[in-house]
């Protein structure tokens, strides 16, 4: 067995690790982050990029929502059920945290992207952009993965401090003695243990995103069936098992949820162009939510979660595809973009040639029921009294605006169905608003930390999609903070 020693192992370099990893390493502190993959960022190589609030950004473009503001914001949201102190702190830190990385050489778009102002307002719900997204090296669009430059540049920089970061090495075990964390166990690329002797240790695993089993057991969804969320390889919920074992409290396991058709990386324009604020209806053929309310990914989910099968169904007429294919979509949400609509058809018929069992294309509303598996006669009744809402220009059940009424009427006609989805879970690890991880009685465990979506519990039962970039902001910010409260406490 190999023996190591360091004043802080960091355990993953997903995007918490990292920056926990970076600050440690400024703050003068020997580091060692553990990886269980062969490459650095987790989850966070998939996405856009992170929440802040009081940036430059946001002054450039006259945005001014304070950080006190924000945080007020979030706190009614969450019905002040969360810790305070800890959102307080991780918000009034944001902006810094982007100059940041800023000074590593992340680059950011402004909040003015090349979309119709209305619109890309409307992307997080709120007047207020607060995602800062990442100019992917090499240009392009805001879009998915452009996060993954972010990681490139923490982990450059990680490794220029003179961190010690060990790919495909996962950790395995919190080392305690006398209730204090003073380590981790853990085995490397040739199958070696390792002891690795520390002053603390963070745990920052990313959660149980791809563990169907703790997802089955402490949320009840059937992976496949009901949910249908992102599973980043390896992020099986090691780092919370590790923590319960070692005495931490439970906090709440959830998911950060959302909503998407089924394998949507795979059918992405289609998972966006139905994404409309026009008719929507579940498996019993009924409206069930506001439509417009589409554009706001995670309430959305809640709706869809509580239909039969889980299942949301967006319908289509010939005459609304046209319009869109020609306007471009009524929302657009910065992951999907302004173009979903530009090969509809081709899209769907691909879909359909490729066996792609949720989407459907039909020449009357009856054949697009059955097809869909949607109650036939009360579908018809809802379409006929949308419609007759629609020639009234008033949603007289729901009270959608006028603009979004536009009658089901053309063939032929389209349906997808949607389901929840989760960028990965939340929660697991009970801590304070310093990260450290406390046990079931509320007592701190010494040495132990635990950041990013292990301990992440202040969204309350939603993700806050209105402050949109929150998981990564979260990350970013209560790695850094782990890390100075950390050295304040070695260095005395
Ligand atoms: C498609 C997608 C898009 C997203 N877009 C955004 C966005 O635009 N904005 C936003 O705010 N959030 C976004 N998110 C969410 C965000 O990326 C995650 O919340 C964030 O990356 C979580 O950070 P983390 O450090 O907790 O975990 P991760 O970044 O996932 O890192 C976890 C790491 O732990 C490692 N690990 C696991 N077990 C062990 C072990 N035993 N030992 C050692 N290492 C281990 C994993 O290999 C991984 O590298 C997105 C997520 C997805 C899936």
Redesign the pocket.
Known sequence: MKKMETDVVV?????????AIVQAAQNGLSVIG????N?????????????AVGTKYQRMAAYDLTPGEAFRQHMNFTHWNVDARLVRDYYFRSADTIEWLEEMGVEFFPPALPYPVSERMRAYASPFPT?H?VKPEGGGMPG????STM?KRLTECAESLGANIMLN????KIIMEDGKAVGAM?VDESGEEIEIRSKAVII????A?DNPEMIKEYMGYDWGKDLF??R????????IR?AWEAGAGHTPLTM?LMYQCPDN?SVFSLDGAFRTPDLWVNLDGERFFEESTSINSTFTGNCIKRQPGGCGISVLDSALVKKYAKQGPAFVDH?HGFHCFDNFDGDVETAIENGYEYVFKADTLEELAEKAGINKERFLETVEEYNTMCDENVDSYFEKEHKYLTPIRKGPFYALKFYIG???T?GGIRINHHLQVLTEEGKVIPGLYA????S?AIFGDTYPFTL????????LNS?RMAADYIAESING
């Open positions: 355990i993953a370099a997903g995007l918490s690790g990292l920056a553990l990886e269980k993959a490459i650095t960022g987790g989850a966070a190589n998939m996405g856009m990029g992170p929440f995602g997204c998915p993965r452009c996060a990681i090495t996962p950790a395995t853990a920052a695993t990313g959660g995103g969320s992102f980043i390889p390896g992020v099986r919920g090691d780092g590790m950060e990386m992951v989760a960028y990965g939340l950041v990013g979506t292990d992440c949109g970039g929150n998981t990564m902001g979260y990350c790695g």
